[in-house]
């Protein structure tokens, strides 16, 4: 299964409501995950099973889809929300995206 | 505290070998299939091999399959990745990660990374 997340750079001001996009190439089953990578981390798990918030995550981070096409949400954007997004299959084998990089306008 | 430190990276030539090193602690590493992830410079992620918490069962990653190989020492709490054939293109920071359980097959976990450099 192949991801493709858009947009690959996404410019937003602290306060805004964020959208990031991933799609795959064949139904996912929900079994979508996000994660945020800051430079020079390893990726923070976020979201799991869609919609599910990872222990520790803020709320204004949050998951949604079905099929083949999810969605992550930040409700506000916050200035330490900079970083690259990552979507994650696991309904077949193991496959991420190539990443959306978040920057503060 | 789940907690994996992952070693052995380094600069090799092409065709050359290399072995990484995963020391897992805070959990019972013997009961849990383990993985390594590996990222290119400035690019996205790419799994590339599991083993099942006994060993019985590994999977490896098209691109890598033939000539690396997982092991795991659970004596040790240790996973292994011996790579051989080394090529330009496994250039990458290798991360060391665990499913968050054995039902649960999202990446919950992951080490820091050791940085694998293939260059003559």
């Known amino acids: 299964i192949q991801l493709t997340q858009s947009p690959s750079l996404l410019s937003a001001s602290v306060g805004d409501r964020v959208t990031l996009s991933c799609k795959g190439s064949?139904?996912?089953?929900?079994?979508l995950a996000w994660y945020q990578q800051k430079l020079g981390e390893a990726p923070k798990l976020l979201i799991y099973n869609t919609n599910s918030l990872q222990t520790g995550i803020p709320s204004r981070f949050s998951g949604s889809g079905s099929g083949t096409d999810y969605t992550l949400t930040i409700s506000s954007l916050q200035p330490e929300d900079v970083a690259t997004y990552f979507c994650?299959?696991?309904?077949?084998?193991?496959?991420f995206g190539a990443g959306t990089k978040l920057e503060l306008k | 505290e789940v907690q994996l430190v992952e070693s052995g990276g380094g600069l090799v030539q092409p065709g050359r070998s290399l072995k990484l090193s995963c020391l897992a602690s805070g959990f019972t590493f013997s009961n849990y299939g383990m993985n390594w992830i590996r990222q290119a410079p400035g690019k996205g992620l790419e799994w590339v091999a599991s083993i099942s918490s006994s060993s019985s069962y590994i999977y490896y990653a098209d691109t890598v399959k033939g000539r690396f190989t997982i092991s795991r020492d659970n004596a040790k709490n240790t996973l292994y990745l011996q790579m051989t054939s080394l090529r330009s293109e496994d250039t990458a920071l290798y991360y060391c990660?665990?499913?968050?359980?054995?039902?649960?097959?999202?990446?919950?976990?992951w080490g820091q990374g050791t940085l694998v450099t293939v260059s003559s």
């Open positions: 994650y299959q696991y309904n077949n084998g193991d496959t």
């Open positions: 990660a665990r499913r968050a359980d054995n039902w649960a097959n999202w990446f919950a976990y």
């Open positions: 064949q139904n996912i089953n929900n079994y």
